[in-house]
């Protein structure tokens, strides 16, 4: 652990051009035992400092042309015979020449590993209703993108962003026939953000053309905000294979035959709109002068995005693939 701070006097302060600057520097390496405890890790690599500490400070040329630095703080924790874990971070980088800072902190998961709710004691799993999945996650984030001067000041929460995010998927698998898969999903996600945003048109005149024209306008709404949805999907797959054979007649060949095998995959994937049951994130504005609309997202500006998708939505993938064998 090494942390540093200096005060820099430098001018005349009876011909009043005296100048006082400050630096510091915060350094700290940690990493524990891993026999310490066996269920839990943290770790820590931690370099900050001002964006002039290196010019001013040190005698080394490498420290001097350094223009980023990095840190992180890691926790984890394992409840051994139980499916949840919990992650815990800080993350900084800034750079010395643009005295920008990025700040992650801290950032936060709670995580339930897949678990089958019907699946019985010692089962291997053949009953179609024991293959039903769950699981559950959630994360807490919070975002600063700030200059190393206003660090320590109240300024840094006009420029942070964060957010909370959980959801629970439950899923299960059909094989109604040999290589073809049925899998129905449908999956509660939740968000809570601490600010939305609003889009309008404002109109103003110009004197000179004694004209109207538009200018779209967005205000940021504070205060706790929290979105959800459930998002229903199908995704149905097919992979077949198919064998052949080619014989070469020609008894001066050194090859008898080719044996192939085709293997093509054709999967889709189908999400319905739920506009209709859950509330609306999206919004539309109409320019009353061109008659312009625009879609928008209350949630657009935060970190996790809008819960729930504009409408529905389709995916169809196809592969193909070959392999060869000489005999």
């Not at 024209?213 to 999907?233: C, N, R």
């Amino acid at each position: 652990l090494n942390l540093r701070y200096y005060k820099n006097v430098s001018g005349d302060l009876d011909l009043g051009t005296d100048k006082v600057t400050r630096d510091y520097s915060f350094q700290w390496s940690h990493s524990q035992d891993p026999k310490a405890n066996p269920t839990q890790t943290f770790r820590a690599s931690v370099n900050l400092s001002s964006s002039t500490f290196d010019r001013n400070q040190s005698y080394e040329a490498q420290n001097y042309l350094t223009n980023t630095k990095q840190s992180s703080i890691s926790f984890s924790k394992r409840w051994p015979g139980s499916p949840f874990n919990f992650t815990a971070s800080l993350s900084h980088s800034q750079n010395s020449r643009t005295k920008g800072v990025s700040l992650n902190l801290p950032k936060m998961a709670l995580n339930m590993n897949r678990i089958y709710p019907l699946r019985r004691k010692n089962s291997t799993g053949n009953k179609w209703y024991e293959n039903l999945e769950f699981s559950y996650n959630a994360t807490l984030e919070n975002r600063i993108k700030t200059i190393d001067t206003l660090l320590f000041t109240s300024e840094i929460f006009n420029n942070m962003r964060n957010g909370f995010r959980h959801s629970m998927p439950l899923s299960i698998n059909f094989k109604p026939m040999n290589n073809m898969n049925i899998s129905p999903r449908i999956q509660y996600t939740g968000m809570v953000y601490t600010k939305m945003i609003e889009k309008s048109y404002r109109y103003d005149l110009d004197t000179t053309t004694m004209t109207y024209y538009s200018t779209l306008v967005e205000d940021t709404i504070q205060g706790f905000k929290y979105a959800h949805a459930i998002t229903p999907s199908i995704s149905i797959s097919l992979n077949p294979k198919i064998y052949g054979m080619f014989m070469f007649t020609s008894p001066n060949s050194r090859i008898e035959a080719i044996r192939h095998v085709m293997s093509p995959t054709v999967s889709f994937s189908f999400v319905p709109d739920m506009t209709g049951i859950i509330p609306q994130y999206y919004r539309t504005i109409t320019d009353t002068i061109s008659g312009r609309e625009t879609k928008y997202s209350i949630f657009e500006r935060e970190i996790y995005g809008t819960p729930s998708l504009a409408g529905r939505s389709g995916r169809v993938n196809f592969s193909l693939n070959l392999s060869l064998i000489h005999i």
